[in-house]
Each structure stands twice: as structure tokens, then as C-alpha cells.
T-cell receptor
Framework: NAGVTQTPKFQVLKTGQSMTLQCAQDMNHEYMSWYRQDPGMGLRLIHYSVGAGITDQGEVPNGYNVSRSTTEDFPLRLLSAAPSQTSVYFC????????????FGDGTRLSIL | DQQVKQNSPSLSVQEGRISILNCDYTNSMFDYFLWYKKYPAEGPTFLISISSIKDKNEDGRFTVFLNKSAKHLSLHIVPSQPGDSAVYFCAFLNTDKLIFGTGTRLQVFP
């Protein structure tokens, strides 16, 4: 049982480039979410999904897109990377909304030059 | 406008003593509260939770206290162990969104 898998673990981009951060879970969880962690800011919610075909914005959605075509996958897209998006990104999943403890992946460390 | 505050960025405690981590919130609509623990280079892991209808929940060495009138959440770890050294985040459920605090780094020394 792999849990929540994030790829890649590390990535360096140039300003303006696009990229997709992958997140997959094998626990048949309905709820999935993306967070970013920055020094002194804790974890901030970017986007979340309560089920396949349904997505919604979190606290800091600007500059990011998501889609949820399957229960297992919840990719995060940066269409035009900016230095302010340098961060560590975490994907999480749970059976239902935030009531259930969320299971986190090990993160993607992203640097934008 | 930060809805959740962990005012102590770090805490150092001797092994065997009690560790107390604190969290304050402003939104009285929160109805479920959680603590997560995070080691370096890993994702956060769930530790303990409490519903707004309770004021205390225990799980082994970990106890969470909720004071709704003061809008204050705390986590007690007793006895503290070196393996408890990590960053601890409080988190609050706001409808479908989980809002995290800024974290407190706990160091337990021998």
C-alpha cells in the first residue's frame, strides 16, 4: 500500500515555465488537497477536491490549476511559474472532508529561478 | 488575516518532562480540531483530534485540550521523548477546508 505518492521530489524551473506536480493515492479516498509550506507561514491550502470531477479553491489558489478526472489522481499545474511559487508542496487525501485525518505525501520541493 | 496562530515558533523540553504546545484561533465556526506532527523531509502525520463538543481527548502520552470560550487549543505530551522532536501544527476544520497554524518546533533533549 503506497499511500499518497508525489512526483517529482525536487524540481527547478525558470520563471515563466509550466509544470505539473503529480499526486496519486491508492486508498480510494474521495477528498484530496494541495498545500504549500513556506517558512513562518505553516501549510496553506491551494486547492481541494471532494470527489472526482469536483474541485474548489483554498486560501492561496492564484497561479495554480487543478483537475480531478479520477478518484486516484489530483495533479497541480503551474501555468507560468513565478519566483513567489518557490515552496514545498504537499498533497493529501482522506476518506471524506477534513473530518477524517488526512494522509500526506512526502512533498515536492520546487525552486523557481 | 490569520485565523490560526501558534505564537511560539520553538520549544525546548527535557526528556521526561511535559511539553505544552499552544494554538489560538479567531473563527468560532471551527468545529473540529487536529494536531499534526512533521519530521524533516516528510509529510505531516496526524496525531490527535478533538470535536468542538468536547474539551479533552487523550491518546496515550498525548492529550488535547479545547477551551472554546478562550478560542484556545493545546497539546500536552507527557512524558516527552527525544523522538517527539518535530514540528507540530494545529489545524482547524472550516467547512471542507483544513486551516493550519504556522507550526511550533519542539526539541526534546536528554
Amino acid at each position: 500500500n503506497a499511500g499518497v505518492t508525489q512526483t517529482p521530489k525536487f524540481q527547478v524551473l525558470k520563471t515563466g515555465q509550466s509544470m505539473t506536480l503529480q499526486c496519486a493515492q491508492d486508498m480510494n479516498h474521495e477528498y484530496m488537497s494541495w498545500y504549500r509550506q513556506d517558512p513562518g507561514m505553516g501549510l496553506r491550502l491551494i486547492h481541494y477536491s471532494v470527489g472526482a470531477g469536483i474541485t474548489d479553491q483554498g486560501e492561496v489558489p492564484n497561479g495554480y490549476n487543478v483537475s480531478r478526472s479520477t478518484t486516484e489522481d489530483f495533479p497541480l499545474r503551474l501555468l507560468s511559474a513565478a519566483p513567489s511559487q518557490t515552496s514545498v508542496y504537499f498533497c493529501a487525501s482522506s476518506y471524506s472532508t477534513g473530518h477524517q485525518p488526512q494522509h500526506f505525501g512526502d512533498g515536492t520541493r520546487l525552486s523557481i529561478l | 488575516d490569520q485565523q490560526v496562530k501558534q505564537n511560539s515558533p520553538s520549544l525546548s523540553v527535557q526528556e521526561g518532562r511535559i511539553s505544552i504546545l499552544n494554538c489560538d484561533y479567531t473563527n468560532s465556526m471551527f468545529d473540529y480540531f487536529l494536531w499534526y506532527k512533521k519530521y524533516p523531509a516528510e509529510g505531516p502525520t496526524f496525531l490527535i483530534s478533538i470535536s468542538s463538543i468536547k474539551d479533552k481527548n487523550e491518546d496515550g502520552r498525548f492529550t488535547v485540550f479545547l477551551n472554546k470560550s478562550a478560542k484556545h487549543l493545546s497539546l500536552h505530551i507527557v512524558p516527552s521523548q527525544p523522538g517527539d522532536s518535530a514540528v507540530y501544527f494545529c489545524a482547524f476544520l472550516n467547512t471542507d477546508k483544513l486551516i493550519f497554524g504556522t507550526g511550533t518546533r519542539l526539541q526534546v533533549f536528554p
